[in-house]
């Protein structure tokens, strides 16, 4: 039994295979911790010339997809006996995607995604066939394939064995709100250029420290606004009001 299930509906199921043939989400489907399931949803579209979309009521330049072949794929995809999973429609207008609400998608045992081209969606896809609307950036794409991926990705790395070493899921950036502090590997100095000492000292309280600290600092320089939602110690506010004053000499 899969611990997560992505169906996605979408025009461009090739789109998929590559990203889920990847290390990661591939692996992850060899033990068994998720499965996924690419849904043409042109198949569900049961007219004479098996159109997805049309022209725009009121006029209007670019096309609009239909309503009819999400109900269908939808009626047949849920068992009305069920908890309906969540129906993610992928859109710019829709709320944005955080490592928060990754982590709230992950504890769900499947979710659906909708992936639209075009101008959209018609409105009564949003209205009567997702639950909600997902964005992953305030930008236009040609299609919903990428942020359904995105969210793929995402919310499979925090499905307990997917990562091989789950701590690094909770060391990422944002798993604590706080951008991630610098990484460095082997050798210790190339060209010149020399791994801080203190992440050689085998010293594991003082890389605690610095690690927290810098965490604390790249956060302060680059997404200032993320340290309002965060959980301070005093040892961080001490060490957040010395970078304040070195910025003010
Ligand atoms: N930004 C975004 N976050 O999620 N989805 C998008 C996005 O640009 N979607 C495109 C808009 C028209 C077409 O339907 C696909």
Redesign the pocket.
């Given at each position: 039994m899969a611990t997560i299930r992505f169906d996605v509906l979408t025009l461009f199921p090739d789109m998929f295979t590559g990203f889920i043939q990847n290390s990661m989400i591939q692996k992850a489907h060899e033990k068994g911790l998720i499965e996924t399931r690419i849904i043409n949803f042109r198949d569900y579209a049961f007219n004479k010339h098996r159109t997805v979309d049309d022209i725009p009521y009121g006029g209007g330049d670019g096309m609009v997809?239909k309503p009819e072949p999400f109900f269908e794929a939808i009626d047949d995809l849920i068992d009305p006996n069920e908890e309906k999973p969540p129906v993610l429609l992928?859109?710019?207008q829709?709320e944005r995607l955080t490592q928060q609400k990754v982590n709230q998608l992950a504890t769900h045992s499947r979710l659906i995604l909708l992936?639209?081209?075009?101008?959209?969606?018609d409105e009564r896809i949003h209205q009567y066939v997702a639950t909600e609307e997902?964005?992953?950036?305030?930008?236009?794409?040609?299609?919903?394939e990428l942020?359904a991926m995105i969210i793929m990705d995402s919310v499979s790395r925090q499905i307990p064995g997917v990562l091989g070493n789950t701590l690094s899921a909770q060391n990422d950036s944002f798993a604590d709100g706080l951008l991630e502090y610098p990484q460095y590997t082997r050798p210790a100095e190339y060209r010149g250029y020399q791994v801080p000492e203190v992440l050689l000292s085998g010293h594991h309280l003082r890389i605690e420290k610095w690690r927290r600290q810098e965490s604390l600092r790249r956060t302060w320089e680059r997404r200032p606004e993320l340290l309002d939602k965060v959980t301070l110690t005093e040892e961080d506010r001490i060490f957040l009001r010395q970078l304040e004053d070195q910025q003010g000499e």
């Open positions: 997809l992928m859109s710019p829709g992936c639209g081209h075009y101008a959209g969606f997902i964005s992953i950036g305030d930008y236009v794409l040609t299609g919903g942020p």
